[in-house]
């Protein structure tokens, strides 16, 4: 056995991971924000081609992988008023609980429940959430072209794999301003879930994706969230982030 080529090949492999954990880390630090908000308005579109529009209001406010998030349905009718409250965990799956109007109670979502769809939407309840960094082991796969985009390929493993519902991710992350531009959601070596970016430009000094489209590759239905009114660091007041105030409406 070639011993040289052997360590040579541990020492390659462990510059890629460090590598791929770099470019992360790059990206998530010219991402951080102190707050965001935004109204979305979604077009669901399923298999059979009919299409679905639902709006909610998003606000978001903490450090990356440790914040909390409150999303309101603002319409059709008969989802307006519902919302859901985020608390991301630096170590563990995030905490949801979700508020319906007309049986007047919260509910906390299970860890099970959450790769159920969101509300008809191709957004499970777990792609609501943000997980931090540590939570993912990083392998730099290689280099692609994605829309004209030259992108880095990155494969993110879940460290707890039962805190997820799916096996990896993997990612396309642009090399000119690090950001991401499209997600693959894999169960075991199927692609379950595409996530794609667009509309990227500069909002307040961030680069920021406009439009985002999830597509549920086995239900062949997707999702088109447009972010209208994105803005970034307004003042949040904290206790507009609670259980409380999920049941109030403020």
């Given at each position: ?144 072209n994605v829309g004209g985009t030259q992108c880095w ?94 049941r109030l409406g403020q």
């Amino acid at each position: 056995m070639n011993h040289g080529y052997l360590i040579y090949c541990l020492l390659a492999s462990a510059a890629m991971a460090q590598d791929a954990r770099q470019i992360m880390q790059e990206s998530e630090k010219r991402g951080q924000v102190k707050s965001q908000r935004y109204e979305g308005v979604l077009q669901v579109f399923e298999s059979n081609g009919r299409m679905r529009e639902k709006r909610w209001v998003y606000e978001r406010t903490g450090s990356y992988g440790n914040s909390k998030a409150m999303l309101r349905f603002t319409g059709p009718p008969e989802v307006k008023g519902i919302a859901l409250l985020i608390a991301n965990r630096p170590d563990r799956a995030s905490e949801q609980w979700m508020w319906t109007p007309a049986i007047g109670r919260e509910r906390r979502i299970a860890l099970q429940d959450r790769s159920t769809r969101f509300f008809g939407t191709d957004f499970s309840f777990e792609d609501m959430e943000e997980r931090d960094l540590d939570q993912f082991d990083f392998k730099l796969q290689g280099e692609d072209n994605v829309g004209g985009t030259q992108c880095w390929r990155i494969e993110a493993t879940p460290k707890q794999t039962k805190a997820s519902q799916y096996t990896n991710l993997v990612l396309w992350v642009s090399k000119d301003h690090y950001v991401t531009t499209q997600l693959d959601a894999h169960v075991k070596d199927e692609v379950v879930r595409r996530l794609k970016y667009l509309e990227i430009g500069d909002v307040q000094g961030i680069w920021s994706a406009r439009a985002l489209v999830m597509t549920d590759l086995k239900r062949k239905s997707h999702t088109l969230l447009k972010l209208d009114k994105l803005e970034y660091n307004s003042p949040m007041k904290d206790e507009a982030f609670t259980v409380q105030a999920l049941r109030l409406g403020q």
